[in-house]
Protein backbone atom coordinates (compact mmCIF):
# COMPACT_ATOMS: atom_id res chain seq x y z
CA UNK A 1 0.00 0.00 0.00
CA UNK A 2 1.26 3.56 -0.83
CA UNK A 3 1.52 6.31 1.27
CA UNK A 4 -1.18 9.46 0.78
CA UNK A 5 0.51 12.55 -0.05
CA UNK A 6 0.20 15.83 1.60
CA UNK A 7 -1.27 18.75 -0.15
CA UNK A 8 2.84 20.51 -0.32
CA UNK A 9 3.88 17.11 -1.51
CA UNK A 10 1.43 16.92 -3.89
CA UNK A 11 1.91 20.72 -5.10
CA UNK A 12 6.07 19.67 -5.40
CA UNK A 13 5.05 16.56 -7.49
CA UNK A 14 2.35 17.52 -9.88
CA UNK A 15 3.67 18.13 -13.52
CA UNK A 16 3.17 21.65 -15.08
CA UNK A 17 -1.25 21.95 -16.34
CA UNK A 18 -2.12 19.14 -13.66
CA UNK A 19 -4.10 20.59 -10.60
CA UNK A 20 -5.40 18.95 -7.79
CA UNK A 21 -8.85 19.21 -7.09
CA UNK A 22 -9.95 17.06 -3.61
CA UNK A 23 -8.37 13.53 -3.37
CA UNK A 24 -7.67 13.50 -7.46
CA UNK A 25 -5.57 15.00 -9.72
CA UNK A 26 -7.23 16.32 -13.15
CA UNK A 27 -6.10 17.22 -16.29
CA UNK A 28 -7.99 18.93 -19.50
CA UNK A 29 -5.93 18.19 -22.90
CA UNK A 30 -7.17 19.66 -25.75
CA UNK A 31 -7.20 19.04 -29.30
CA UNK A 32 -8.33 20.15 -32.64
CA UNK A 33 -10.84 16.92 -33.36
CA UNK A 34 -12.14 14.30 -31.65
CA UNK A 35 -10.34 11.29 -33.01
CA UNK A 36 -7.46 12.66 -31.92
CA UNK A 37 -8.66 12.97 -28.33
CA UNK A 38 -9.90 9.22 -28.75
CA UNK A 39 -6.04 8.66 -29.93
CA UNK A 40 -4.64 9.91 -27.18
CA UNK A 41 -7.50 8.23 -24.56
CA UNK A 42 -6.10 4.90 -26.53
CA UNK A 43 -2.97 5.87 -25.55
CA UNK A 44 -3.31 6.82 -22.00
CA UNK A 45 -5.30 3.30 -21.48
CA UNK A 46 -2.52 1.69 -22.65
CA UNK A 47 -0.02 3.16 -20.16
CA UNK A 48 -2.80 2.48 -17.42
CA UNK A 49 -2.66 -1.05 -18.85
CA UNK A 50 0.92 -1.43 -18.25
CA UNK A 51 0.89 0.43 -14.88
CA UNK A 52 -2.04 -1.17 -13.43
CA UNK A 53 -3.25 1.66 -12.59
CA UNK A 54 -6.16 3.13 -14.27
CA UNK A 55 -7.49 7.12 -14.18
CA UNK A 56 -10.55 7.95 -15.19
CA UNK A 57 -10.81 9.25 -18.79
CA UNK A 58 -13.77 11.32 -19.78
CA UNK A 59 -13.47 12.12 -23.77
CA UNK A 60 -15.69 15.38 -25.47
CA UNK A 61 -15.52 16.79 -28.65
CA UNK A 62 -11.87 18.54 -28.88
CA UNK A 63 -11.19 17.40 -24.69
CA UNK A 64 -9.76 14.31 -22.78
CA UNK A 65 -9.97 14.94 -19.51
CA UNK A 66 -7.88 12.53 -17.52
CA UNK A 67 -8.54 12.09 -13.27
CA UNK A 68 -6.20 10.41 -11.17
CA UNK A 69 -6.10 8.89 -8.01
CA UNK A 70 -5.76 5.76 -5.72
CA UNK A 71 -8.85 4.30 -4.40
CA UNK A 72 -7.52 1.52 -2.11
CA UNK A 73 -5.63 4.32 -0.54
CA UNK A 74 -8.38 7.19 -0.51
CA UNK A 75 -6.68 9.88 -1.94
CA UNK A 76 -3.37 10.89 -4.13
CA UNK A 77 -0.13 9.06 -3.81
CA UNK A 78 2.95 8.71 -5.51
CA UNK A 79 1.09 5.98 -8.21
CA UNK A 80 -0.97 9.23 -9.11
CA UNK A 81 1.83 11.56 -9.20
CA UNK A 82 4.23 9.20 -11.21
CA UNK A 83 1.03 8.16 -13.52
CA UNK A 84 0.77 12.16 -14.77
CA UNK A 85 4.55 12.37 -15.34
CA UNK A 86 4.53 9.36 -17.75
CA UNK A 87 1.34 10.51 -19.60
CA UNK A 88 3.16 13.80 -19.73
CA UNK A 89 6.22 12.51 -21.25
CA UNK A 90 4.64 10.18 -23.99
CA UNK A 91 2.28 13.48 -25.09
CA UNK A 92 5.08 15.27 -25.38
CA UNK A 93 6.92 12.76 -27.60
Known amino acids: MADLLSDDEIDDQLPSGWTQEGDEIV ?22 EAQ ?16 LTSHEEGGITDKDTEMAELIESEKNA
Open 27 to 48: RQYGFSDYLRGVNFAQMVGEIA
Open 52 to 67: FHHPEIIIRYEEVEIR
